[in-house]
């Protein structure tokens, strides 16, 4: 089945930092979704992009959907503690009927150190 | 914004015993809802697509006799894990899309039920 790798697996960093994770696939995806899951929650979605080669902005967060349709990055300018948490990249292709499935990446652990 | 609400949370229960997990969506209306597990420390697995007035269907390696399924209105779909042990100990996770939104819309998940069987 389609497989969707994140890097890094976890990550430390200062509080104040930059932090950058991607997403690669084996296979196209139509649209890719990065959500955020805090621990004993459901995931909570990020950012949603349609076009390969989109760039677009939530606040402090970043993403794009790669040119080939197999690749997306995350950027977070800044990380603040509640920054914590698991990002999960997602890749959406169509199903029969209407409804279309989730992929899901392995997740990227992100701890913030103060 | 849309909300899905699961119930209930944290289940602990004995063996053999079934449990049943309820997937609202409150706001919105949904054809189709979607049941993952998830492990610790691991990514959301799709167990099943649950359709509204229809039979689910079911990914590979998951039985369906094991996990049941209903839908039966636009804005509940029901899992039942039928005589679990402790191997079906897991984070289970229902997530929903508007019925009137494009099938590339995002899904909103539901914060989850954490099944623990002694």
């Known amino acids: 089945g389609q497989q969707l790798n994140q890097s890094p697996q976890s990550m430390f960093i200062q509080e104040g930092e930059d932090v950058s994770m991607n997403c690669t696939s084996s296979s196209i995806f139509n649209t890719w979704l990065w959500y955020k899951q805090d621990p004993g929650e459901g995931p909570v979605l990020l950012i949603a992009l349609y076009k390969a080669g989109e760039l677009t902005s939530n606040g402090r967060l970043t993403a794009q959907f790669g040119i080939t349709r197999k690749d997306s990055f995350l950027n977070i300018s800044a990380s603040i503690p509640s920054d914590v948490g698991i990002y999960f990249c997602?890749?959406?292709?169509?199903?029969?009927?209407?409804?279309?499935?989730?992929?899901f990446g392995t997740g990227t652990r992100l701890q913030v150190t103060l | 914004g849309a909300v899905v609400s699961q119930h209930p949370s944290w289940v602990i229960c004995k063996s053999g015993t079934s449990v049943k997990i309820e997937c609202r969506s409150l706001d919105f209306q949904a054809t189709t809802m979607f049941w993952y597990r998830q492990f610790p420390k691991q990514s959301l697995m799709l167990m099943a697509t649950s359709n509204e007035g229809s039979k689910a269907t079911y990914e590979q390696g998951v039985e369906k006799d094991k996990f049941l399924i209903n839908h039966a209105s636009l804005t509940l779909s029901t899992l039942t894990v039928t005589s679990a042990h402790p191997e079906d100990s897991s984070f289970y996770i229902c997530s929903a899309r508007a019925s009137y939104s494009h099938s590339n819309q995002p899904q909103h998940f539901g914060d989850g039920t954490r099944l623990s069987i002694l």
């Open positions: 997602v890749g959406l292709s169509k199903n029969t009927g209407t409804a279309s499935k989730l992929t």
